[in-house]
């Protein structure tokens, strides 16, 4: 409902209404309809009212333009990729959300989530959240949040001793093995050194330190997995 706060006429005085900050438009600057489409929520806002001369009139009053309906922001869906050749971790791209409003023209969208990662960064294996918000002139906001996902899928690399031979124990057809003489002589991986296990295919553990070798040829092989 709208009060007539003028002594005059309005339809027959020829007067028009304005807002000097250009925050509100008008669709009839005569009558003094709105358009709440193209105007700036906020306030308060000054409407003048003039009549033209010679009897000339002028008033005004004050309106805020509130905005009822929430922004919205609609962000990617979950991105997931390998880890780049050598790193423990993927530079990823991707186009970030902006928001819309249907009374604010430019809303503000900002990166709200605790990652310190963004477009263009280098995201560590594993699931790394990202999180926009975006604000409207009236405070309201809206929020979306996507996954990026970045999968170690390089395996790691374990070195093994040249070729060994052995003479047996002195009266018996075998040999003890001393120490890691006959252990992997190295492992690395692209994700640090907390490997899930390292074994061999003698004797399933991760040294052959006191195994008892009957004399012969063995095929001795090392795996590493993180």
């Not at 186009?95 to 430019?106: E, F, R, S, W, Y």
């Not at 926009?132 to 002139?137: I, R």
């Not at 999968?151 to 001793?161: A, K, T, Y």
């Not at 907390?194 to 090392?222: C, Q, R």
Request: with cysteine.
């Amino acid at each position: 409902s709208y009060t007539d706060p003028f002594p005059i006429n309005i339809a027959t005085s020829g007067g028009t209404f304005s807002e000097p900050t250009g925050n509100v438009t008008f669709i009839d600057a005569l009558t003094g309809e709105i358009d709440l489409s193209t105007s700036t929520p906020g306030g308060p806002y000054n409407i003048y009212y003039l009549t033209p001369l010679p009897c000339s009139y002028k008033d005004s009053f004050e309106i805020s333009i509130v905005a009822e309906l929430s922004p919205t922001i609609v962000c990617p869906t979950d991105i997931t990729v390998n880890n780049d050749a050598g790193d423990c971790s993927a530079v990823v791209n991707y186009t970030p959300p902006v928001g819309t409003d249907d009374c604010t023209t430019n809303p503000i969208t900002a990166q709200t989530d605790a990652s310190g990662l963004t477009n263009g960064d280098a995201f560590p294996v594993g699931t790394t959240v990202q999180t926009f918000t975006v604000t409207d002139t009236s405070g309201l906001t809206a929020t979306c949040s996507f996954n990026i996902i970045v999968n170690d899928n390089e395996p790691p690399v374990i070195s093994c001793p040249a070729d060994q031979a052995r003479n047996n124990d002195p009266g018996v057809c075998e040999y003890t093995v001393v120490g890691n003489e006959f252990d992997y002589t190295g492992v690395s991986d692209n994700c640090g050194v907390d490997f899930a296990s390292i074994t061999n295919n003698y004797n399933g553990t991760n040294t052959l330190a006191g195994e008892v070798m009957p004399a012969g040829t063995y095929d001795i092989k090392w795996y590493a997995s993180d």
